[in-house]
């Protein structure tokens, strides 16, 4: 056994950092950029980097009372000073967030199962989900993540996972009306829900039935694609008819992304039967959920001895707690609806100037630019929006990327993210997009 | 919405939580005793309840080092002031953490994944098993719980879920030598041998392989079986032979737990491949890992793209980094060993003055006894135990109990128990154990 040593930032050269990280968690963990990026603290929208260099964060939405939220961490250190347990006791704060969560749902959204990650809660939800319709038939859309259990992988499309699409999954293309003629959009949608038909009856025909339909209300990892006015409810409603429960997986379109909701599918007119959540819950403390009805609670626990070590401990409940306070008391979810108008009209304005933005997408503060090839076809330019990322870094704004082609540009900072901070990201943006070959 | 609303300790009555609790997490989150315990703070190795009364823990190996470890909060608190990120930026501490932890290890166990839970930590495993080898055959141990997961709860064998047995698995009767005679050993181990080539030839002839062997090498959930010498190194080497790789699930059996050693495997002359954690890891803070190999590691990265948003970010990285820091500062695993040897000897002398002590179980600072019937037929007694648990309660000391027939007391205290501790749960054990009927 060596013994333990600890790093100051600053104290080893990134080369160094990268080569031991190499050395422990290999080469193959996800790094940002072409250099990676060392980050050695933040605060409220900024990160600063080991040369002490300080970047505007327009990309995470895991701090979504921003870094180092100091109302999060008093109440994670108070609470480990006092008691730190599994909900085998009872304990009055694991109570006091559950009631508070739930007092953010309406009608039958009474109950819920807490986890430790959105892949946690996302199981979960599809056991429920099984056990309950006696199918196992899933249905997804065509670019989508929702965690990386077993389960999940074989239901994953929008990364490499080595598990094939799992013979009881349909992947759903997602229809997006965004640069089609309005009087095309009928069409696209007739064929849409055709597709979902075949491949309810195609699950149906080979045994599996149909489960659960699993969507991200936002179809974030698909680009933001801008549906058909009905589209969700029309399969909704397919999905119910063949028996399946509706799964709303809320890990990025939740806690008040949008702007306009609490939750992504009150932007539609949906009724999940299950609604799961994880990123942006703790502040970054492993925090995950599902949110369900009395009675599909109740049937699961009475078949299933379920218990989770981790979750809803008193200090994964504090951190929770002191987020959804933190958001009320800073009527986040409506400022970040404000703003995210303001954002969408000056993105539209930066589209117009630009011959690489094919589009606008998102809302509330999840936004995303379609780049494209400035030679009139249009095309996906996955290596101009790569240049664009690199550029912005150099900027000092932290953005990504997402979509099938790579290539829509990723925004969805913090949720304390203020005005004069939309205009130095939008600022930048317009400048290093008119700097594109 | 409703406003957030907090609840101080004892502002309302227990009952009055209870009914909270059941209309918000539901009526079959599992409590501890007859009349569910609020607890309500904590400090080392004793807790307090709502009405004041202090417990001495006996049961929880969740607080490794002691519940309110004021290290660990502390490093949790500053982390939290200054950075919490995911793994897609650099950042030491994850780095500082990793080769902590991989410091623990020899040979070839020098990559590692980390995770939030246990649970998430044996689904990768199972993952890169049967990517690796091909196959999806699974042996586990015939009462054994490795996570609540689909995948996992398909070959939980342990406590209730809905899922059958997956016919990809193979539970085997782990074999116990206690109250045996040392003549009639090697006929069980030879039997128990057999049995192991029944379930790989059957999983072969069935077309599943076999991909992995996933055992707790204390079998906790089973009862602490004093195994055959030799049969876990026999079955391991049946396992290679027939292409799977070895799993030791540390959830329980790790960080020192047995006294002896700092993982559970090395009881024995077992080289397992993957090695999977959770519980202690973080003295309550979510974090789970699986190490393993260099080659397993890159053959599951080149193939997958494994990232996992909290795992491995700086708070929780902290968290772990301070509870492997204070055991070496306080070499907590030569105490439990040294104390482990003393609780072990008063036991047995406990054992031989009460009929309803079958067999003294476990080491270091896990221990059962197992409880029977006093009519001299040596019927396990669950009833018998459920009373010493609910009568130890009201003398002070919260201990459990676990294995088939729900009769072996299970003692598993914070690894910081000291002599005058174990004294204490000694003597009102006796007392206890003396009062039975």
Same mark, same amino acid.
């Given at each position: 056994?060596?013994?333990?040593?600890?790093?100051?930032p600053g104290q080893?050269?990134?080369?160094?950092l $990268?080569a031991r990280?190499?050395a422990?968690?290999? %080469?193959?963990?996800p790094?940002?950029?072409?250099?990676?990026l060392?980050?050695?603290? /933040?605060?409220?929208?900024?990160?600063t980097?080991?040369?002490?260099?300080?970047?505007?964060?327009?990309?995470n939405?895991?701090p979504?009372?921003g870094h180092?939220?100091?109302?999060?961490?008093?109440a994670v250190?108070?609470?480990?000073?006092?008691?730190?347990?599994?909900t085998?006791?009872?304990n009055?704060?694991?109570v006091?967030?559950?009631?508070?969560?739930?007092?953010?749902f309406?009608?039958?959204?009474?109950?819920l199962?807490?986890?430790?990650?959105?892949?946690e809660a996302?199981e979960?939800? $599809?056991r429920?989900?099984r056990?309950?319709?006696?199918n196992? /038939?899933?249905?997804v859309?065509?670019?989508?993540?929702?965690?990386?259990?077993?389960?999940?992988?074989?239901?994953?499309?929008?990364?490499?996972?080595?598990?094939?699409?799992?013979?009881?999954v349909?992947?759903?293309?997602?229809p997006?009306?965004?640069g089609?003629? +309005?009087?095309?959009?009928p069409a696209?949608?007739?064929?849409?829900?055709?597709?979902?038909d075949a491949a309810?009856?195609?699950?149906q025909?080979?045994?599996?039935? =149909?489960?659960?339909?699993?969507i991200?209300p936002?179809?974030?990892?698909?680009?933001?694609?801008?549906?058909p006015v009905g589209?969700?409810?029309?399969?909704a409603?397919r999905?119910r008819?063949?028996?399946?429960l509706?799964?709303?997986? +809320?890990?990025?379109?939740?806690?008040?992304?949008?702007?306009?909701?609490m939750?992504g599918?009150q932007?539609y007119?949906l +009724?999940?039967d299950?609604v799961?959540?994880g990123?942006?819950?703790?502040?970054?403390? %492993?925090?995950?959920a599902?949110?369900?009805?009395?009675?599909?609670?109740?049937?699961?626990?009475?078949?299933?001895m379920?218990?989770?070590?981790?979750?809803?401990?008193p200090?994964s409940?504090?951190a929770?707690?002191? =987020?959804?306070?933190y958001?009320? *008391? *800073?009527?986040?979810?409506?400022?970040a609806?404000?703003?995210?108008v303001y954002?969408?009209?000056?993105l *539209?304005?930066?589209?117009?100037?630009s011959p690489?933005v094919g589009?606008?997408r998102?809302?509330?503060?999840?936004? /995303?630019?379609?780049?494209i090839?400035?030679?009139?076809?249009r095309? %996906?330019?996955p290596?101009?929006?790569?240049?664009?990322?690199?550029d912005m870094r150099e900027?000092? =704004? $932290?953005i990504?990327?997402?979509?099938?082609h790579?290539?829509?540009?990723?925004m969805r900072p913090?949720?304390?993210f203020?005005?004069?901070h939309?205009?130095m990201?939008l +600022?930048?943006?317009e400048?290093?997009?008119?700097?594109?070959?």
């Amino acid at each position: 056994m060596t013994s333990v040593t600890r790093t100051a930032p600053g104290q080893q050269t990134k080369n160094d950092l $990268l080569a031991r990280r190499y050395a422990t968690l290999g %080469p193959h963990s996800p790094l940002f950029y072409r250099q990676p990026l060392e980050l050695v603290s /933040g605060s409220g929208v900024l990160v600063t980097d080991a040369q002490g260099k300080v970047y505007l964060d327009g990309y995470n939405n895991v701090p979504h009372v921003g870094h180092a939220n100091r109302a999060v961490a008093e109440a994670v250190y108070q609470q480990m000073l006092t008691l730190n347990l599994h909900t085998r006791y009872l304990n009055s704060r694991v109570v006091d967030y559950a009631e508070a969560l739930l007092g953010k749902f309406d009608g039958p959204l009474e109950r819920l199962f807490l986890t430790n990650s959105g892949s946690e809660a996302n199981e979960l939800a $599809l056991r429920i989900a099984r056990q309950h319709t006696g199918n196992t /038939g899933v249905l997804v859309s065509n670019f989508s993540y929702h965690g990386n259990t077993t389960a999940l992988a074989e239901l994953t499309t929008g990364l490499t996972v080595r598990e094939p699409l799992g013979a009881h999954v349909r992947a759903l293309q997602i229809p997006d009306v965004s640069g089609i003629a +309005e009087a095309d959009v009928p069409a696209l949608l007739k064929q849409s829900l055709i597709d979902v038909d075949a491949a309810i009856t195609s699950l149906q025909a080979e045994g599996h039935g =149909v489960s659960a339909l699993l969507i991200d209300p936002l179809f974030s990892t698909e680009g933001l694609p801008q549906l058909p006015v009905g589209y969700l409810e029309q399969v909704a409603a397919r999905v119910r008819a063949a028996g399946g429960l509706i799964i709303s997986d +809320e890990v990025q379109s939740g806690f008040g992304r949008t702007g306009s909701h609490m939750w992504g599918y009150q932007m539609y007119g949906l +009724e999940p039967d299950l609604v799961t959540m994880g990123k942006p819950m703790g502040n970054g403390h %492993p925090i995950g959920a599902v949110v369900t009805t009395a009675d599909l609670l109740d049937e699961f626990g009475r078949h299933n001895m379920f218990f989770n070590t981790f979750a809803g401990n008193p200090v994964s409940s504090a951190a929770g707690l002191a =987020v959804l306070q933190y958001m009320d *008391e *800073e009527s986040l979810v409506s400022k970040a609806g404000e703003l995210g108008v303001y954002i969408r009209e000056r993105l *539209e304005r930066i589209a117009k100037g630009s011959p690489n933005v094919g589009s606008v997408r998102g809302r509330g503060l999840f936004f /995303g630019l379609d780049i494209i090839e400035s030679d009139g076809q249009r095309n %996906p330019a996955p290596s101009l929006t790569k240049v664009l990322i690199e550029d912005m870094r150099e900027r000092g =704004v $932290l953005i990504s990327r997402v979509g099938a082609h790579d290539n829509v540009l990723k925004m969805r900072p913090p949720l304390v993210f203020a005005k004069e901070h939309a205009d130095m990201l939008l +600022e930048q943006l317009e400048l290093s997009l008119g700097n594109l070959p």
